[in-house]
């Protein structure tokens, strides 16, 4: 297997447990337990003259655990591959792994279950439906799925409570605040206990103060409940609360540095138009 830049630090991401305990699976095949691994990855809308390469060879590891963000100006492709990986749009070539499923072969009846099962996805509009409260919209996926019964009712309301919002669990979503809908929806998210959560521009309709609560409650969520990540944003600042920023454009990658740091964030985007767009985007969320 080829030792890309992002195959390299999935290694060395997994010479350490989350409890400081070592793993003893360092000379494993990475493809066998990364939580996402992208080979080759290609997206073409159209066709002749007309078509646009939206992703153009991507590779990607993502190591369990991790908090990832993807940053890049507009239309470098960073919602297309996010798509990619929740399996709301297919590929044009190349290979998706997520917790060791392959995409290829799979028909529409087993994406929806793997998206259902595995995957949870937290939107930069919130998505609740506005005649359900609280309460029921985090419920929602749970009566999609065919689920029903009190210890599910009491997951829902104990994910409710987990975002600081046991008190409006009857409140519609029109009753809430921006910050407080996108809560709801990162508790809706956490409903079936996905192994992996999808968040794009989970902070980009918030003012900096719900931002940074947001913020605040994925890296929890990440941390306490050793969740996958992968998070889209054009905020530096947002970016800089994760584990490691991969930069894209024009549907390739372009970088990546490690999280913790709004200033290296700003200076990988030291030329012309993408650093422009980053600084009209600071301030939006709080960095940690």
């Known amino acids: 297997m080829r030792q890309t830049t992002d195959t390299v630090w999935y290694r060395m991401r997994m010479t350490r447990d989350r409890q400081g305990l070592a793993l003893n699976s360092m000379d494993a095949n990475a493809s066998t337990a990364a939580a996402i691994e992208l080979r080759g990855l290609v997206k073409v809308y159209g066709q002749g003259s007309t078509a646009v390469r939206a992703l153009q060879g991507v590779d990607l590891t993502v190591a369990p655990g991790e908090f990832l963000a993807i940053m890049g100006p507009s239309g470098s492709g960073k919602s297309t591959l996010l798509h990619l990986i929740g399996a709301l749009e297919q590929a044009s070539s190349g290979e998706i792994s997520v917790a060791g499923m392959r995409f290829a072969g799979l028909g529409e009846k087993e994406l929806t279950r793997l998206r259902r099962d595995h995957l949870g996805f937290v939107f930069q509009f919130f998505n609740l439906l506005p005649s359900l409260t609280a309460l029921e919209n985090v419920y929602l996926p749970a009566l999609i799925a065919g689920r029903r ?3 599910l009712q009491r997951r829902a309301m104990e994910l409710l409570g ?3 919002l046991a008190e409006r669990a009857q409140h519609l979503p029109s009753e809430l605040s921006g910050g407080e809908q ?3 929806s990162i508790a809706r998210s956490l409903m079936l206990q996905p192994k992996l959560l999808l968040a794009d521009e989970p902070t980009g309709n918030l003012d900096s103060h719900a931002g940074g609560e947001v913020l605040d409650l994925l890296r929890a969520v ?3 409940e050793d969740k996958t990540i992968v998070m889209v944003t054009h905020d ?3 970016a800089a609360r994760t584990d490691r920023i991969i930069f894209m454009r024009d549907g390739r990658f372009a970088g990546q540095t490690p999280g913790g740091s709004t200033k290296a964030v700003l200076e990988f985007f030291a030329d012309g138009h993408i650093a422009a767009q980053a600084q009209a985007h ?3 969320s709080r960095a940690a």
Request: aromatic share 0%.
């Open 162 to 164: 987990r975002v600081g």
């Open 149 to 151: 019964g009190e210890e």
């Open 282 to 284: 600071t301030g939006t």
């Open 222 to 224: 990440n941390r306490e």
């Open 182 to 184: 996108q809560r709801v």
């Open 236 to 238: 530096p600042a947002a």
